[in-house]
């Protein structure tokens, strides 16, 4: 089912953006058709759900910011060595190496 789930959020960027927005939140699938396995039900009669979709939807909302922070420090780490060797040559060979 994670498996799935994760499929959901790669095939829909703008989808995975929102999930990233309930960090740190715990989420949990609250129904009312008495399904405590995926869920936790609502009712009066039910005990305490297992949730386990919600505990998927926190692992793949997990798995997707530790990924999306790996590619902002990556990109820091670019910039920081583009600016670095940018420095290092001297403004009239980065203006060389722009115009290619």
Not at 60 to 69: G, I, M, T, W, Y
Not at 85 to 95: H, Q, R, S, V, Y
Request: one cysteine or more; proline letters at 3%.
């Amino acid at each position: 089912m994670e498996r799935v789930v994760r499929t959901k959020f790669d095939q829909n960027p703008l989808l995975a953006k929102k999930l990233l927005t309930t960090y740190p939140r715990e989420l949990i699938e609250k129904n009312h058709w008495h399904d405590n396995f995926w869920g936790a039900c609502t009712c009066n009669r039910c005990s305490v759900g297992k949730n386990h979709l919600g505990r998927i939807l926190m692992q793949v909302r997990s798995n997707l910011r530790d990924e999306e922070l790996k590619k902002w420090k990556d990109n820091l780490e670019l910039a920081q060595s583009t600016k670095a060797l940018k420095d290092f040559i001297g403004p009239e060979a980065t203006k060389l190496l722009e115009r290619k």
